[in-house]
C-alpha cells in the first residue's frame, strides 16, 4: 500500500493509512504519529488551523500580521518614547491606562482572529440524500442539469424570509447565514469576512470583533493625544524642530494614528449602528430591511429598542462551536453512499469496502478520462451531470465514504463537485460580490494611507488556478485512499494543462 | 456501552434516518419542529416523540436566553478582555452537557426498546434532529439491549 506524506500547505496534515481491505480499521502498519485524525486535518473547508486545531483562521492571514505588527510598533514606540517622559510630566496613570487598552485590544483581536465565526459544519450524505428527495418531491422530476435555486420561505415574527440553499454545503441556511466565499463554509449570522482579523465575523466572534474596533479605537485616540501632547510640551521647553530630532518615533505614531483614528473610528461608529438596530453588515449593504423595499419591510430579529438589541450582541450567550475541530475522525460509522434515486443502501463496512476498492477504480479512471476530454470544466458542466447521474454511483467519494466513514463529521462535496462549484460559487457570489466590493470600498479608506497589500480576490470558479484550487479543496479532505488520491492528482495535472 | 453501539450501527438493522428540521418561525433561536413524521407513526406514540422534541426546545431556549446571568457572564467576560473563557465554561456548554444527558436518557428508556436512535443535533450542527429507525426485528424489536447509549462522538 502506498503511504502519503502529502503535506498541503493548508494544513499540514500526514495521511495516516487507513486499510480498506481487511474489516479492521487497527491494522496499519505504516503510520507515523497518532493513529486517529482530527477533525480539523479533514474539514472541507479553506481554513488554516494551528496549535492542532485550537486555532482557527482564514487562509490569507497576510494582513493580519499587517495588522498586528502596526499595532505592536505603534504602541511599543509609545511606551518606549513617549511614557517616559508623560508619565513624569504629567502623571503615572498615562502608561497605565496604556497599558490596559493595548492588552485589551491585543486580547480581543486573538479572540476574534483564532476563534470559530460560526461556522456551520456540511450536510452528511444522509441529511443531504433526505433534502433531496423531498425537492424533488416537491419540484416533480428534476429539470435537468443546472437545478433552479431552491428557496424556502419561513415567516419570522411577521416578515417573511427566503432560505436559500447552499449547493456547497448541501443545507438550507438558517436566516442571517451566508456563505464565505473565501473561506467556503457557511458561518452563522454572517457579517463579513475581515482581511484585517483574517477571519470571517459571524455569530461567535462579532462581540470580539466589535470590543476589538471600539477598544482600538480608545487606544488610537489616546496614543494621538498624548503624542501630540508630549511634542507640545516638549516644544515648550526646546523648539519644535529638536523636539522632532529627540523623539523621530513620535512622528510615525501620529501618522499612523492620525489615518487609523478615521477609518476605525468611523467603523466603530458603523457597528455601534448596526448592534443597536440587531443588523449585520450583510444586510445593510443588501438593504434587507431597509423601508425602500417596502412600507411594511422591517427587522423582524430587532427586539424593538436600542438597549436590548446592544445587550442582547454584546451580551447574549455564546454559542459554542459546532465543528468540533478537537474532535476525533470516527472511522467505524459505516457512511450510507447518497442516494440517487431516493432508496439509501445500507450494509456492513466490510461489503462496503470491498466494493469501495473495485467500484473506485472504475470510477476513477472514469473520471480522470472525463477530465482529459473537457480542460475547462466549468465550460462543460453537460459531462459532469450525465457523470453525476450514473446509477447508484453519484460521488467520487461515495464509495470511499462507504470505506473509510467519517461518524458525525460531514463528508465534504465530493460528489458532483463542479456542478456544485458552479452552483454554489455562482449565486452566491452575486450575494457576496456586493458585499465584499462594498467592505473593500469601506476598508478602502484605511488601505490607502496603510499601504496595505491588495485584499484578497476571490477565487472565482472560471479561472484555471481557481478551478484547480476548488478541485484541490474539495478532494484532498474528501479521500485518505491512495488510489483516489492519484487519480485526484491526475485529474489535478490534467485539468490545470 | 460502546460495544453495545457498535453494534447497533454497524448491524445491517438500520432501515432508515428521519430528520427533523429547524423552526424558524421564531427567528434563529433553536427550536425543532414539533410535527411527527409519518415514518415514524408505526414505531413510537405520537405523544411520547413530541414531548422529546417539546422537551429538548425548552432546553435550547433556557441555553440562549438573554436574562440576568447572561448579562453579568459577558460583563465579566468583556471586563477580563475575554481570557476568562479559557478556563470558564459558558452557561451554554453547560446547558448542552445536560441536554446530551436528556438523549441519552430518552434513547436508553424509550427510543432503544422500539428499534430507534435520536442522534445529538450538537453532532449535526444544530440543523436537524436526526433519528435512525433500525428495521423490526420481529419478536418485541428489543434486539438493542436497553444499555444502549446514544451515540455521542468523543469530544
Known amino acids: 500500500m502506498l503511504q502519503l506524506g502529502v503535506a498541503e500547505p493548508m494544513r499540514e496534515c500526514e495521511y495516516s493509512q487507513i486499510s480498506t481491505r481487511s474489516s479492521t480499521p487497527m491494522e496499519t502498519p505504516y503510520k507515523k504519529r497518532t493513529p486517529k485524525k482530527r477533525k480539523w486535518q479533514a474539514f472541507p473547508g479553506r481554513n488554516k488551523f494551528y496549535c492542532n486545531g485550537r486555532i482557527m483562521m482564514a487562509r490569507q492571514t497576510g494582513v493580519f500580521y499587517l495588522t498586528l505588527v502596526l499595532i505592536l510598533i505603534t504602541s511599543g514606540l509609545f511606551f518606549t518614547f513617549d511614557c517616559p517622559f508623560l508619565s513624569v510630566q504629567l502623571t503615572p496613570a498615562i502608561p497605565v491606562i496604556g497599558g490596559v487598552l493595548f492588552v485589551f485590544v491585543l486580547g480581543t483581536l486573538f479572540r476574534t482572529s483564532f476563534s470559530d465565526p460560526g461556522v456551520l459544519p456540511r450536510a452528511t450524505p444522509d441529511e443531504a440524500a433526505d433534502l433531496e428527495r423531498q425537492i424533488d418531491v416537491a419540484n416533480g422530476s428534476s429539470s435537468g442539469y443546472r437545478p433552479p435555486p431552491r428557496t424556502k420561505e419561513v415567516v419570522i415574527n411577521g416578515q417573511t424570509v427566503k432560505l436559500k440553499y447552499c449547493f456547497t454545503c448541501k443545507i438550507f441556511r438558517p436566516p442571517r447565514a451566508s456563505h464565505c466565499s473565501l473561506c467556503d463554509n457557511c458561518v452563522e449570522r454572517f457579517d463579513h469576512h475581515c482581511p484585517w482579523v483574517g477571519n470571517c465575523v459571524g455569530k461567535r466572534n462579532y462581540r470580539f470583533f466589535y470590543m476589538f474596533i471600539l477598544s482600538l479605537s480608545f487606544l488610537t485616540i489616546f496614543i494621538f493625544a498624548f503624542v501630540i501632547t508630549h511634542v507640545i510640551l516638549r516644544s515648550h521647553r526646546q523648539g519644535f524642530l529638536n523636539t522632532l530630532k529627540d523623539t523621530p518615533a513620535s512622528v510615525l505614531e501620529v501618522v499612523v494614528c492620525f489615518f487609523s483614528v478615521w477609518s476605525i473610528v468611523g467603523l466603530s461608529g458603523f457597528h455601534t449602528y448596526l448592534i443597536s438596530s440587531n443588523q449585520t453588515t450583510n444586510e445593510d449593504i443588501k438593504g434587507s430591511w431597509s423601508s425602500k423595499r417596502g412600507k411594511d419591510n422591517y427587522n423582524p430579529y430587532s427586539h424593538g429598542n436600542i438597549f436590548t438589541n446592544c445587550c442582547a450582541a454584546l451580551c447574549g450567550p455564546l454559542p459554542p462551536s459546532l465543528i468540533d475541530r478537537r474532535g476525533f475522525v470516527q472511522s467505524d460509522t459505516p457512511q450510507p453512499t447518497p442516494p440517487t434515486n431516493g432508496i439509501t443502501m445500507y450494509g456492513s463496512t466490510q461489503s462496503q469496502s470491498h466494493m469501495c476498492v473495485q467500484d473506485q477504480c472504475i470510477q476513477s479512471t472514469k473520471f480522470v478520462l472525463q477530465a482529459a476530454a473537457t480542460p475547462l470544466m466549468q465550460s462543460e458542466p453537460v459531462i459532469l451531470t450525465d457523470e453525476a447521474s450514473l446509477p447508484g454511483r453519484t460521488s467520487l467519494g461515495g464509495p470511499c465514504s462507504g470505506a473509510l466513514p467519517l461518524g458525525g463529521q460531514p463528508t465534504p462535496p465530493t460528489s458532483t463537485p463542479n456542478l456544485s462549484c458552479d452552483n454554489g460559487m455562482l449565486p452566491t457570489r452575486n450575494d457576496h460580490s456586493e458585499a465584499h466590493h462594498h467592505m473593500d470600498g469601506v476598508h478602502h479608506h484605511f488601505l490607502t494611507p496603510e499601504e496595505a497589500p491588495s485584499p484578497p480576490g476571490m477565487l472565482p470558479c472560471g479561472s484555471p488556478l481557481g478551478h484547480s484550487h476548488t478541485i484541490q479543496g474539495f478532494y484532498n479532505p474528501a479521500s485518505q485512499d491512495s488510489l483516489h488520491e492519484d487519480s485526484v492528482r491526475g485529474l489535478v495535472k490534467l485539468s490545470s494543462v | ?155
Do not use: W
Not at chain 2, 127 to 132: G, K, Q
Open chain 2, 1 to 155: 456501552m460502546f460495544h453495545n453501539l457498535q453494534e447497533l450501527r454497524q448491524s445491517p438493522s438500520l432501515a432508515t434516518k428521519v430528520f427533523i428540521q429547524r423552526d424558524y418561525s421564531e427567528g434563529t433561536v433553536c427550536r425543532f419542529q414539533i410535527k411527527f413524521p409519518s415514518e415514524l407513526g408505526s414505531r413510537i406514540e405520537r405523544t411520547l416523540f413530541e414531548d422529546t422534541v417539546k422537551t429538548l426546545n425548552t432546553y435550547y431556549a433556557e441555553a440562549e436566553k438573554v436574562g440576568g446571568q447572561s448579562y453579568m457572564e459577558g460583563c465579566l467576560a468583556c471586563a477580563t478582555a475575554y481570557f476568562i473563557f479559557l478556563c470558564m465554561e459558558t452557561r451554554y456548554e453547560k446547558v448542552l452537557k445536560k441536554i446530551s444527558g436528556y438523549i441519552q436518557e430518552q434513547n436508553e428508556k424509550i427510543y432503544a426498546p422500539r428499534g430507534l436512535l435520536l442522534t445529538d443535533p450538537v453532532e449535526r450542527g444544530m440543523r436537524v434532529i436526526e433519528v435512525s429507525v433500525f428495521e423490526d426485528r420481529g419478536s418485541s424489536g428489543s434486539s438493542p439491549s436497553s444499555n444502549v447509549s446514544s451515540g455521542i462522538s468523543q469530544r
